[in-house]
């Protein structure tokens, strides 16, 4: 009788479009969805005002892959997000490179900022501001 030993095994396990993420430590952990395009609904750390976000981790086990696109989105529009760029916030992989090198802040819950990761970082393509 075969059997799988922990070593052969790799457990396939994704995330729901509502998962909410908690900002620690300026990141968040994501766990990449079937499909590679996540819908991340953030939250300030400890329900603060405004949070800053310096990275976008993958789970443990996992990995993003080039081409995932990431939709981030505040989930209080009194609960501001600013995405920083990779100069601001020195990180060195699963940063993001904004348009210009400059923080993109949400200011509503209708506010969406579009990613693409290109195997080191996340480029934000667009950022959506509409109230």
């Given at each position: 009788?075969?059997?799988?030993?922990?070593?052969?095994?790799r457990?396939?396990?994704?995330?729901?479009?509502?998962?909410?993420?908690?900002?620690?430590?300026?990141a968040?952990?994501?766990?990449?969805?079937?499909?590679?395009?996540?819908?991340?609904?953030?939250d300030?750390?400890?329900?603060?005002?405004?949070?800053?976000?310096d990275?976008?981790?993958?789970?443990a086990?996992?990995?993003?892959?080039?081409?995932?696109?990431?939709?981030?989105?505040t989930?209080?529009?009194?609960?501001?997000?600013?995405?920083?760029?990779?100069?601001?916030?020195?990180?060195?992989?699963?940063?993001?490179?904004?348009?210009?090198?400059?923080?993109v802040?949400?200011t509503?819950v209708?506010?969406?900022?579009h990613?693409?990761?290109?195997?080191?970082?996340w480029?934000?393509?667009?950022?959506?501001?509409?109230?």
């Open positions: 009788e075969a059997s799988i030993s922990a070593v052969g095994y457990q396939e396990a994704y995330g729901t479009y509502d998962d909410v993420y908690t900002i620690a430590s300026g968040v952990e994501v766990l990449p969805t079937k499909s590679r395009v996540f819908y991340i609904n953030v300030t750390e400890a329900a603060a005002a405004s949070d800053d976000l990275r976008m981790l993958p789970y086990n996992v990995a993003f892959k080039e081409g995932d696109a990431a939709y981030i989105k989930v209080s529009g009194a609960r501001n997000i600013v995405v920083r760029d990779v100069a601001t916030s020195g990180a060195a992989s699963n940063g993001f490179q904004t348009p210009g090198g400059t923080d802040t949400t509503s209708n506010n969406i900022i990613c693409v990761y290109t195997g080191l970082h480029t934000v393509a667009t950022a959506q501001t509409t109230t």
